[in-house]
């Protein structure tokens, strides 16, 4: 999607070798999540089935169970919907940082530009829907490390929409989900499958490729 959007917006042209690298890098998410999404499609074949039954049973039951798949089909729409729509929202934040990056000439200026417009709006988001709990000083340290290396995140990341094309930066950021599942393989916290290391050499495949092969900086 921020492909999709940089080609609307900023004119950047899709090549074959971009295109494929990142349908290897969507190909390692799949093989990756392949597990949830199998148990979610066994999860609809089963209630398609008990469905099937109960309208050969007949009766209130039938009745009840039907407006309940409804309700959950509903339910599962409006999430694809929402989903959707953050994919398209987050294609247009990538086209913005890498408009202001290079309008401003430098990244930190870039994000601490979001920065004033999403610390409030998120302040008033947290004391509006969740209850303020002070955190001790464990959870304090915690926070404070994760926010420092959050905005070192995205100075480089803005730095990088900078110097190169928006599908080639948001390709780099699969390796997020490559280096959660090796963390989580490595830690234990994850059990390793051979879906999961297909997937997470695919997305590594994929980076390097495009990191070392085909970097073309924009001189300007």
Avoid at 35 to 63: F, I, P, R, W
Avoid at 84 to 94: A, D, L, N, Q
């Amino acid at each position: 999607m921020a492909s999709i959007m940089a080609r609307i917006f900023l004119h950047e042209k899709l090549k074959i070798t971009e295109i494929g690298g990142l349908a290897c890098s969507f190909s390692g998410m799949l093989f990756i999540f392949q597990q949830m999404l199998t148990t979610q499609v066994s999860y609809n074949c089963a209630l398609l089935m008990a469905n099937l039954l109960l309208d050969v049973e007949g009766g209130l039951q039938k009745t009840e169970e039907a407006s309940n798949s409804s309700f959950g089909g509903s339910n599962h729409i409006y999430a694809a919907l929402i989903g959707f729509f953050s994919s398209i929202t987050g294609g247009i934040s990538y086209c913005l940082i890498k408009a202001a990056a290079k309008a401003t000439d430098q990244p930190v200026v870039t994000v601490l530009s979001f920065a004033i417009l999403a610390s409030p709006a998120a302040g008033i988001c947290t004391f509006a829907f969740e209850e303020f709990v002070l955190p001790s000083f464990n959870s304090l340290s915690l926070m404070l490390a994760l926010g420092i290396l959050s905005f070192l995140a995205e100075v480089f990341l803005a730095h990088g929409l900078q110097l190169e094309k928006i599908n080639k930066a948001a390709n780099v950021m699969f390796m997020e989900a490559a280096l959660s599942q090796l963390w989580g393989i490595g830690t234990s916290s994850i059990a390793p499958s051979l879906g999961r290391l297909v997937g997470c050499i695919l997305i590594l495949i994929s980076v390097s490729f495009t990191m070392f092969f085909g970097p073309e900086k924009e001189n300007e």
